[in-house]
């Protein structure tokens, strides 16, 4: 068979080699007919009998999961079951088959549909590539409806060749993984899904080489083919040559040479060729993630991305005390280390109240600080319960998409008001806890003086910087080509915030994908001037005052 090669975009770093094995959505084998109306309710029956099944399919892989497992899979699971018992989900199809007297399967997709066109609208990236979580709760109930299973076949061990499988899917869900711990899964590669899919994210925390974001992989690449994940470029090669197959082998044994190399070194202080001392700090969703933080080897937590706390919650805002309580388990665990805390990056295209506010382009509309701004009540909750947890250890406050002195002026108030009313309550908190801006809107790189005059520290937000600047959505596969971190207008940018920074003599964090990837470590290093270096994983200046970043 000929080769060929499929771009989309990487998630995961590494390279796998092995045959692929496709799952066919359920969703396929879909029949569409119309119930009778003496058999409304057995069908009715028939969709709740498969929802409760799932429930207790979802409960036993939460009870199986093994001590070592990344904890987002443990969170991943409790979304699924709490999307799963979303009214969305559970109740409005079985209303669908009475009114509209169509049969489960039918019922259950209409829904699904209905919703995945709502998120759709949706800009924010991580929020948007929420369809597939619910695309996938309801893949999971057409199964049970159907009957059908999506395992994956045991290995034969006599041939260690055909042991190496990669799974080709439409999507894959977090849960659906489990079952591949006990297979010879090395590698996926779906049609769908971007850098921040819950999927993208468990293939990150297991270290699978995946490539998502494939299109028609599904349908272009047959059962049993020869199959080359190259993770670090979202790349898969189909039936590739014996000299490429060869070539793909001997990196492969070199990549794994250097991680066993690499992995000695994490206890070692970073620093570096010329003395400079490197910070390394973790970026974190939940507080379950400060163990993996610390096995790591870091220093602290560079951005606590509090959103999560709010997500799969049914419209149920958490409390002061529950986000007190997250924030405080957090700066407890990581044990006297600094934890930067962004405050809710969320918006008004997001589920978190029952408004039925739209926006035309929720991507410039009312999120982050200026939804924040409007909502001053959850802010000040939020606000109180990170002041509060600031008593247990050293906490920072980053504030997202601030673009003008008066959101500036205003958060600065609001964190006042927070703290007086503290006081007024006897409640214990840290005076001096230091408050950061995130650059990530070209208006404030253009605007920086007003930012270091009233911040203690910048962090500059590259994925949204990106995105702003190049007018490119990066989740999009249509245009993600067009993502480029190296364009001239990016680049000159993040160097004029550094050097504000510098200037200033505060701060400057470095934060997000572009931060992450090694090949541009060496350029955020050298960006400004030699004493002003910025590192791979949200830089923040080092010198006799200050120190580098890298959050991992």
Known sequence: MASFTLHGIPVSRGIAIGRAHLLAPAALDVKHYLVAQEQIEAEVQRLQNAI?????????????????????LGAFIDVHALILSDPLIAEAPLDIIRSRHYNAEWALLTQIDELSAQFDEIEDPYLRERKADIQQVAERVLKVLLGTEQLLPKAPAEDELLAQMIVVAHDISPADMLQFRDRSFIGFITDVGGQNSHTAIVARSLDIPAAVGMSQASMLIGQDDWL???????????????????????????????????????????????????????NIELPEDCVFALESGASGVGLFRSEFLFMGRAHKIPTEDEQFEAYRNTVQSMKGRVVTIRTLDIGADKPLDQSDHTALNPALGLRAIRYCLAEPQLFLTQLRAILRASAFGKVRILIPMLAHAFEIDQS????????????????????????????????????????????DFLSIGTNDLIQYTLAIDRVDYEVAHLYNPLHPAVLQLISMTIAAGHKAGIDVAVCGEMAGDVKLTRLLLGMGCASFPCTRRNCWRSSKRYSIAIWA
């Open 52 to 72: 409760a099944a799932v429930h207790k399919e979802l409960q036993t892989l939460w009870n199986e999961l093994p001590k070592d497992a990344p904890t987002e």
């Open 412 to 455: 600065l108030a609001m964190i006042a008001q927070a703290k007086a009313s503290l006081r007024e309550d006897g409640v214990k908190f840290d005076d001096a806890v230091e408050v950061g801006a995130m650059i990530e809107i070209p208006a404030a790189a253009l605007a920086l003086p007003m930012f270091v005059k009233r911040m």
């Open 228 to 282: 080359i994940i190259d993770g670090d470029a979202g790349v898969v090669i189909a039936n590739p040559s014996a000299l490429v197959l060869e070539q793909y082998r001997e990196r492969q044994v070199a990549m794994q040479r250097a991680r066993k190399k690499l992995g000695k070194l994490k206890k070692t202080p970073a620093v570096t060729r010329c003395g400079t001392p490197v910070t390394l700090l973790a």
